[in-house]
C-alpha cells in the first residue's frame, strides 16, 4: 500500500521559484497545472506570510523566496 502525502499549492510554488526565480505567474500555472487565478492566490499568501517577495520590473524581474 501506497501513501502520498499531498503537497499544498503555496509549498509547491515555493519550491519551483527556488530554482527557477525567473518564472511567470502563467508558468508557475502551466508547471503546476493549475489556472492561474489558483497561482495568484497562493503568491498572496506566500507574500502576506513574508515567505516571498518579487524585485525588479514585471517584465524581466525575478521572485526570491524569504526565510530558507
Known sequence: M???MRVK???RVLSLLVNQPT???AEIAAHLGKSTSTIERAVA???QQ???AF???KKGGYW???GE
Open 45 to 47: 499568501k506566500l507574500k
Open 2 to 4: 501506497r501513501v502520498e
Open 55 to 57: 524585485y525588479g520590473p
Open 9 to 11: 499549492t503555496p509549498d
Open 64 to 66: 526570491q523566496v524569504l
Open 50 to 52: 513574508n515567505k516571498l
Open 23 to 25: 518564472l511567470t505567474l
